[in-house]
């Protein structure tokens, strides 16, 4: 109860503070402004010299005028010439000046040009009549004055507001920069522990596979039916099996380092595209013990392609389509021609895929959700495949429905 009540009764007050402190620090800023802005001018056009060359100026144009209605047998306005006086000060010197001055000229005008006949003085109502008119346009110029310097310090106010957004702007700018470069080469330094640790780890794993497969020959061939060798040679087609995806896995960072560092090198020739696809069709066929159907329009396709990179996409594409189908589900390869290029089609019958993320499957490292709970991998076959695909001038891309299957394509130019 009581916190309340201190809370209520300081609350005016804090409010109050706050709006003088910020008045004053708005004060602050213009008297600042000012300041510069008198700093920036001239020697000459200060203020104090407009105030001490006043007197001289206006003297002159009393002088002038005296002499205009010397020559001249009648002046209609005497002493309208002391105006430019005011109007010299105003442009040269400011309002303070020009203020001052139109004070000077309006003593002037009393004591020496207007007609003595009406006894005119400042101190009579008729005297300070007779100065009304020029008062007035004195002091219009004055306002006008004001005015303009308002306009030039704001905008001298504006023009530092934009210097102090651009210096902020640059500053940023640099540390984007310094961030960017540093991003860049720990980017670099990850590329290259990659293809390190990728070309470090493929020698022991090739020999540890190949010795396995060697020993696994050597035992198939002594027909013997001793369990403790048969589960030797289990445990070796495990060992072969998973080396097996080790390898692949393996293959497909060095693939990635490769595409990153600009050097994935093609080797092409003249290729029956056909007899390519149907050939790594059987293969996957006999691997995976899966149904997959091969159709082809036409017997054979020539085209100009790397064969080993091409068929890398083939079978990624149909391995893909078996991992993320059910295991009794066909897939199907489908080879055509269009005018000048070349379609393949590998259709699954799985999940399929949502359309905002078939946007993304084929940036590296990414998985579906899906996939990252249903199947193994890395992420990175499609990115690869999309690679070698842009590389043949062809494009590849996917046509999808969740719940209904997926079907990945691929044109290249004949
Ligand atoms: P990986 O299969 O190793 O995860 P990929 O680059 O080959 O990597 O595929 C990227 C992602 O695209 C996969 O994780 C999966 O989510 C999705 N994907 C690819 N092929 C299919 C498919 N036939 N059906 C459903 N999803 C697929």
Redesign the pocket.
Known sequence: MKHSMKATISTPDTAKHRYTRMERVQLSKSAALRKDYMEHLPAWRRPTVGYMLSLPLVGLFLLLSMFIEQILSYVYFPGSLLIIAVLLSAFIWGVGPALFSLLLCLLALDYFLLPPVWHIDVVTLKGALQLVPFAISGLVIAIITAQRERARLEALAAEYEAKNIADALEESNQKLEESNTKLQEANQLKDRFLSMASHELKTPITTIRGQAQLLLRRLDKQHTAIPEVENTKKTLAKINEQTGRLNSLID?LMDVSRIRAGKMVLHTRNSDFVALCHEIVEDQRILSGRTITFTSEQPAITTTIDNDRMGQVVI??I???L???PPDSPVEVKVDTCGQNIFLH?T?H????AQE?QQ???E?F???????SS???????????KEIVERHNGRIW?E?QPGM??T?CVELPK
């Open positions: 497909e990624n594409l391995s893909n389509a991992k993320y189908s590998v699954d799985g999940k399929g895929i993320q993304h499957i084929f590296t990414y998985r579906t959700p899906d996939a990252e199947a193994k991998g890395l992420g990175l076959g499609l990115a690869i495949c996917c999808s299957g997926s990945f």
